[in-house]
C-alpha cells in the first residue's frame, strides 16, 4: 500500500463544475500537509498548505481529518485553466521530506 | 527573483555514458531536494541536503547515482554508468529551512533519456 494514496483520475469536467479531490495517508505521524499542482511536462508548484482547521483561498477549499487521516481539496467554479494533475502532500517527520501521491488528473472542458 | 535552476534542460545520451545534472537553489535557501518522477512511479525523492550536508539518501536507487552539493549554491546529481531505466524527468527543489511547513520549490527539471 501507498504511503499516500489518491483517488484514482482523471478528472472531466465542465467550466464553472465543483470538483472534490480526495487523499489518505497511511503514517499516523504526519505532521503537515500541502496540495502541489503539477501542470504538463512543468515542475510541480505548492497550491495550498492543507491546516487542521480547514483553509480557503478564492476558489480552493482544503480539509484535513486527522483521526481520518484524510485530505481534500474542493475546486468550485472550475476554469478551464484549473486543467492540471493535483499532488497530495504529506511530510511525516521533521524533516523535509515530502512524499507525494500519484496525482489526480483534472481536465475542465467548455 | 531568480527560482531553482536546473541544468541541462534536456538530456538524451547512450547507455553506459557519465550524465551530470546540475541545480542552483535559491538563494538564502539552505535545504536541497532531488526528485525523479516517471509515469510508473510518480515523483520519488533520491535525496535532500541540509546546510550542504547529506540528511537522507535511503531514495538513491543505487550506487550508479551520487549527488554532491560543495556549497550552498550549487549540487550535482551524478549517473554512472547511465542505464534505459533511468530515463526520467529529474527535479531540483529547495526550501528555507528543512522543517515540516516550509514549502519546497523546483526547478523546470531536467528531462533525461538514455538511449
Known amino acids: 500500500r501507498k504511503e499516500v494514496e489518491q483517488d484514482p483520475g482523471p478528472f472531466n469536467v465542465p467550466e464553472g463544475a465543483t470538483v472534490a479531490f480526495n487523499c489518505t495517508y497511511s503514517n499516523s505521524a504526519s505532521q503537515s500537509f500541502f496540495w502541489y499542482r503539477q501542470d504538463c511536462r512543468k515542475e510541480p508548484k505548492l497550491l495550498m498548505s492543507v491546516y487542521s482547521s480547514g483553509n480557503e483561498d478564492g476558489r480552493f477549499t482544503a480539509q484535513l481529518n486527522r483521526a481520518s487521516q484524510y485530505i481534500s481539496l474542493l475546486i468550485r467554479d472550475s476554469k478551464l485553466s484549473d486543467s492540471a494533475t493535483y499532488l497530495c502532500v504529506v511530510n511525516r517527520n521533521q524533516g523535509g521530506k515530502l512524499i507525494f501521491g500519484q496525482g489526480t488528473e483534472l481536465s475542465v472542458k467548455p | 527573483d531568480a527560482g531553482v535552476i536546473q541544468s541541462p534542460r534536456h538530456e538524451v545520451t547512450e547507455m553506459g555514458q557519465e550524465v551530470t545534472l546540475r541545480c542552483k537553489p535559491i538563494s538564502g535557501h539552505n535545504s536541497l531536494f532531488w526528485y525523479r518522477q516517471t509515469m510508473m512511479r510518480g515523483l520519488e525523492l533520491l535525496i535532500y541536503?541540509?546546510?550542504?550536508?547529506?540528511?537522507?539518501d535511503s531514495g538513491m536507487p543505487e550506487d550508479r547515482f551520487s549527488a554532491k552539493m560543495p556549497n550552498a549554491s550549487f549540487s550535482t546529481l551524478k549517473i554512472q554508468p547511465s542505464e534505459p531505466r533511468d530515463s526520467a524527468v529529474y527535479f531540483c527543489?529547495?526550501?528555507?529551512?528543512?522543517?515540516?511547513?516550509?514549502?519546497?520549490?523546483f526547478g523546470d527539471g531536467t528531462r533525461l533519456s538514455i538511449l
Open positions: 541536503f541540509n546546510n550542504n550536508v547529506p540528511i537522507d
Open positions: 527543489a529547495s526550501s528555507l529551512v528543512s522543517n515540516s511547513y516550509q514549502p519546497q520549490h
